[in-house]
T-cell receptor, first 115, second 115 residues
């Protein structure tokens, strides 16, 4: 089991640039979550998918953020245009969905720095 | 709406002493409760969960947690702390009847175990 795989591990970009973060969930998991972690706000749920369908995107901060899950093995989180306040660690997590009690399995995150 | 509170930002304990990390929750229905641990530059790792049944739940690395419905608490405990237990600990809650696996996390408690 390779676990949840995120890429890149680190991303440094300039304000105004487009940023794309990638996630490969654990095979067989049908729920996928994007979280953001900062010192000020802690761990925030941005969006989650069940069976590739977005269920709750109420945590997406603004229209600059978008997420897709074109198939069961891949998801992206895009920020366009990026701003310095988007600097954070972004985590992807997956689990068995529905009404199971399966815990979330987290990737090691992407540390984004926007200058 | 569901919420979780971890009242202590940091807990300091000497190696070999008992460790307790506090968590209280608020949900409208029956809760599912989880503890996760985060080591530096890593994603969150699942420690244990309470779904139903015995109020004392045992998990990984010698940790356990006690569910107390009347006090709406789910404190994490370890009888004898190790220096390697130094990390960031998160409590999380999901409503029993909620669709999907959407978890709400507390703000985290940093544990420092001194030799």
């Amino acid at each position: 089991d390779a676990g949840v795989i995120q890429s890149p591990r680190h991303e440094v970009t300039e304000m105004g640039q487009e940023v794309t973060l990638r996630c490969k969930p654990i095979s067989g998991h049908n729920s996928l979550f994007w979280y953001r972690q900062t010192m000020m706000r802690g761990l925030e749920l941005l969006i989650y998918f069940n069976n590739n369908v977005p269920i709750d995107d109420s945590g997406m901060p603004e229209d600059r953020f978008s997420a897709k899950m074109p198939n069961a093995s891949f998801s992206t989180l895009k920020i366009q245009p990026s701003e310095p306040r988007d600097s954070a660690v972004y985590f992807c997590a997956s689990s068995l969905g529905g009404r199971t009690n399966s815990p979330l399995h987290f990737g090691n995150g992407t540390r984004l720095t926007v200058t | 709406a569901q919420s979780v509170a971890q009242p202590e930002d940091q807990v300091n304990v000497a190696e070999g002493n008992p460790l307790t990390v506090k968590c209280t929750y608020s949900v409208s229905g029956n809760p599912y409760l989880f503890w996760y641990v985060q080591y530096p530059n890593r994603g969150l790792q699942f420690l244990l969960k309470y779904i139903t049944g015995d109020n004392l739940v045992k998990g990984s690395y010698g940790f356990e947690a006690e569910f107390n419905k009347s006090q709406t608490s789910f404190h994490l405990k370890k009888p004898s702390a190790l220096v390697s237990d130094s990390a960031l600990y998160f409590c999380a809650v999901r409503e029993h009847e909620a669709a999907g696996n959407k978890l709400t996390f507390g703000g985290g408690t940093r544990v420092l175990v001194k030799p």
